[in-house]
Every structure is written in C-alpha cells, then in structure tokens.
C-alpha cells in the first residue's frame, strides 16, 4: 500500500476539545535548599493515615499477584454501614477524580453542556473538554456558589452540573436548603454531581454532603473521597453514592480493577476508625480557626473556610503580591498553592497543616508584610 506524500504529514489527532485543555498542574511539594518542607499546597491531612489503615494496606503485600476484587464489595459494603447506604448504590474508583471524568464520559457528548462555578475543582472542565462538550462558567458571590447564576446558565444542551460543596480552593459551601432549590430548578434529564471531597470537615448545621437528595432522587450523584479526612491520598481512592441507573452506566465503563487490593483493604479499615477521624476534625477545627484569625490580624483578607485549608488574599502592591510571598514562603521550606488556574491570582491557598507549620506560616507571613 503507498502512502501519499500528503498524509506523510499527517498524524492522529484527537478529538474535539482535548486540545483545549489546560493540564492539571498539582501544587508544588519541594523546596530547593531547605532542610525542612512543609507542604501545604494539597490539602493533605497532617494526621496521617489510621494506623489501622496502615497494617490493613501491609496486610495485602503477600498477595500481590491476586487481581483485586473487581467490584471492591468489601468496601462498599463498609461504606455502606458507616453512613447507612445501600451497597449496591455505591461505585468505588482511584480517587473521586475518575468518577467524576466516568460520570462526563457517560452522559456527555460532543455538543452537550456542563457547568461548574468560576472558581470550581479544575478538574471539572477538563472531564467536559475530554468528552466532547463545553464546560460553562456560572458566576460566584463572595467566592461562593450562586443558585441563581447556576440556574441562569442552564439551557437545552446542559447535561451535568457540577458542583462542589464545600468548594475547593475557596472553602465556602452552600446550605442543604440551597442544593434542594437548585435540584428543583433543573430538568430532570440534567444530572447533578455533588462533589463533597471536604464533607467530613464540615460543621454546620445547615449543611448536608447530599446523601438524603441522592437517596430520593433519580438525577443527582455524590462523590466522596479517602484522600482528604483518612489520609489516603497515595492510594487514590474515592466512592460514589447515585441512583441505581447511573451506577449501572459507570460500571459498564470503568476499569474491570480500577480499584487495587491495598487501597480496599486501607479504605475499609480507614472508614471503620471513626475515632481517628474525629481527632483529625478536632485538630482542623482548632487550627482552621486559629490561622483565620492571625492571619486576618496581619492585615491580609481571608476567605471563611469550612474545609481543611484556607484561600488568603493578597494586595497588587509590588512587593507584597501573592507571587512574591509565595517565593518568600517557599525560602523557608513552607510550600502552599498558587491558585491563578482557578481564576485567582491573587490568593494562595494554604492546607491546615502540624502546630509547628501553623506557626511557621503566621510568622514568615509577618516577616515578608513587615519588610522595607
């Protein structure tokens, strides 16, 4: 078969709106020439794993060779009777991240629409981009969701909104009360993905993940994951809890072992330690509120968080930007995140991190406000 001298120059292409994503760039973790890094640039828990999460993970090393269990039933099944869900409703895959580019891939096409808000998880317009379809900004209030604007950017072709809550990188969330009037607002064909990551940090008594919407509805999701309050990042892992229709979807598309055998075994363990996970609400509740405040005291804004982290704000006066204080941070071994992906270039986000980090942060914050 000859090949023309025209298609020598031609290659596969992908399709539509692959190219017009812009890679997910993860925070920072090093620091050149300090001996010491603090990394508070992923939200990272400082707690660390369950030490129970810990031995269940080792426990699977002689078995290596095993495929993990396929549909991950034993972690369903501890899902399940942590937060009184039917199993058979649950989805379990490598982080929430892959549930949510599985839930684009089976529902949106090339034409269709999804929104997320300006300042929503990157991660959300890159799932609609992969898919074919065109991601849709709805305007936030105060860095917080807007029901309205949401509702407002709906039209025929929308197909998913996407929504976290609490919202990362901001830390702001919205009431149950709001997500029941924004669930009532949408056509029924258009799914809702509740993406509560920060759920377990959250202590508010107007505020609900959205298990009970889930529960009696036929076009809202929740995804979850063990990346955050149990420590399990390196794992990746992460559920989802939706209608027995969309379940059916994403376990017609996701990896036949999307989910390997020590991240089950760490995640049952992991979700079953409930006191190592309220000593790590405990420990981000004290020292959320303390950065807030002494943060605030030196003169710069901060976003109320309900989260694990913090967005701090910083002037455009040069020599006081958030670049250059993230460069002044970054000198003495204390790593946050740059956040002008997120339409933000005048903030960093800073995750809860030791006492001694706390600290630390407060003061070289201090000492780059306070110089000539």
Known sequence: MQV???ASFQHPQPRSGVLEIEAYVPGKSSASGVTKVFKLSSNETPLGPSPSAIAAYRSVVTYLQDYPDGS????REAIGSAFGLDPDRIVCGAGSDELLSLLARAYLTDGDEAIHTTHGFLVYPIATLASGATPVAAPETNYTASVDAILAAVTTRTKIVFLANPN???????SFAEIKRLHRGLPGNVLLVLDAAYAEYVRRNDYESGIELVATSDNVVMTRTFSKIHGLAALRL???????HVID?????RG???VNAPAIAAGVAAIEDLSHQERAREHNSQWLAWLTQEI??????VTPSVGNFLLIHFPQTKGRTAAEADVFLTTRGLVLRQVGAYKL???????VGTEEANRLVVTVLGEFLGRQ
Request: aromatic fraction near 10%.
């Open 4 to 6: 023309s001298s025209k």
């Open 296 to 301: 605030e005291k030196l003169g710069l804004a």
């Open 168 to 174: 990362n990188p901001t830390g702001t969330y919205i």
């Open 256 to 258: 036949p072992f999307n």
């Open 345 to 351: 270039p005048n903030a960093l986000r800073m995750s």
């Open 72 to 75: 991950a039933s034993a972690l």
């Open 238 to 244: 992460g559920w989802m809890f939706g209608p027995v």
């Open 249 to 253: 979807a994403i376990n017609r598309i």
